[in-house]
């Protein structure tokens, strides 16, 4: 079960030079003749007082951004909106954390796991040099450290593009990072588990391409075959490959931050709003989670990808690859991003967390989206609600808001659903009644609060989801159903 929030240009290329067989350009976004006139700002604040859940109440207005990122305990976030394959709008909000220093449209945050669709360009322009291929097993290609030795390799192997795309049955979810001062591991401590890394190893655990299992483990090996076959450290070769050639002149895969970008950057909090103790957690798996960037940056890079998918000249790669990359898989996703939508609506994006830090990145076909970057542990909430202000405000066609009706019952019903339910030995979840009203909290996931549309059946404003409780009314539910994703998944009272 997934109770938790979700996981669009430059404006004048120039080319510089050809770097691995392939033209690439910087990205010079220069102003819109409208920049800062009355008609952005009323821009600007139509989406800043427009923000939707996936899910409203009818009759109750949208929110302002302000007041959700207090409720969130969101202390700052930057966004770039991107429309018509141009960056339209840039603005930080809220502070960083230093001594109440404002955020800004330059200011430097972690995007997790949305570093995964950058390490993804790079090891495709390596393709696109003859360098490495999509389908040949790895362990062609790795020196330094080689795959355990596994049957379940023997007949399907471990290729580039499972990697890519989380089909290669790689274990290792995400990783938790290190707090400064920590001692730091290698890369081959990471993959093999070995202290002082605070990770289990990479392993195979399942046969390669039989099914979507998302692995961060996975995309370490993306580094180290990376590191192996450019001879190169990860953060250059990702600077002169990928950061570079986007523009993303506020960008840097170096873990920790040289002091001269670290001066710009926000500080980490958690859920509360309390910031985290020694600041940033340290990331070396630099491929999976160790970007730092600007939502202006990652705009740009969205829309260097989104030319090249559009075959135009001197883009970042080739139309081809671009295309390989950006064809869903299992789970709806390609090499490196979420690719969704039908044609001429197709959009690609990426969500991120890491300790303290959240965000998201959406781009489509027609040169629209937005970057949403937070220094909080609820930022995703707030960001889901921040697109559709966005997809409000620039008519996005596939940003629709659902509405449900909430109706008032009697609190002393209430009474009758709470406790705790089991889903499946891995999966709890507590109903629990506060001040007259309902929440519900699956373990190890945030809190959320349920609305009564019949008196047994509920909703929740934060994720699409109908909850429902078995019971005549005159005894406690003896067991729930979540209905979510098109699934029904039960759960029965434990004593």
Known sequence: MTIDPPPKGPTRREVVKTLLGAPVYVVAAQARADAGSPDEEARIERVLSGLRPPVSVEGEASAKLADQMKALHVPGVSIAVMHDGAIDWARGFGTTGKRDAKVSDVTLFQAASVSKPVTAVAALALVQAGMLALDTAVDTYLKSWKLPSSPLTRDEKVTLRRLLNHTAGTTVHGFDGYVPGAAIPNLLEILNGQAPANSPPVVV?????????????????VQQILNDVTGQPFADFLKGTVL?????????????????????????????????????HIYPELAAAGLWTTPTD?????????????????????????????????????????????????????????????????????????????NGDNGLRLASEIL?????????????VQVRRKIVVDPKLLDGFVGNFRLNPAILIQIAKEDGHLYLQARGQDRL??????????????????ITFDTDGSTPATRIIIHQGGQDMTGTRMP
């Open 205 to 221: 655990d399942t046969i390669p391409g039989t099914q979507f299992r998302y692995s961060g483990g996975g995309y370490t090996i």
């Open 244 to 280: 570079a050639p986007s523009g993303m002149t506020h960008s840097s895969f170096d873990q920790p931050l040289p002091g001269e970008l670290a001066a710009h950057a926000a500080l980490p909090h958690d859920g509360k709003g309390n910031a985290l103790a020694g600041g940033p």
């Open 298 to 374: 990652l705009a740009r890079f969205a829309l260097a990808l989104r030319d090249a998918w559009q075959g135009k000249p001197a883009a970042l790669l080739s139309q081809a690859i671009t295309q390989q990359m950006l064809t869903p898989s299992l789970g709806h996703y390609g090499l490196g991003l979420l690719v969704e939508g039908k044609p001429a609506h197709e959009r690609f994006s990426h969500a991120g967390a890491n300790a303290g830090y959240q965000c998201v990145m959406v781009a489509d076909a027609a040169g629209d989206g937005a970057v949403i970057m937070t």
């Open 388 to 400: 559709r202000g966005v997809a409000g405000e620039y008519g996005w066609n596939d940003w629709p």
């Open 449 to 466: 609060e349920i609305f009564p549309e019949s008196s047994r059946v509920f909703f929740t404003t934060a994720v699409v989801a109908v």
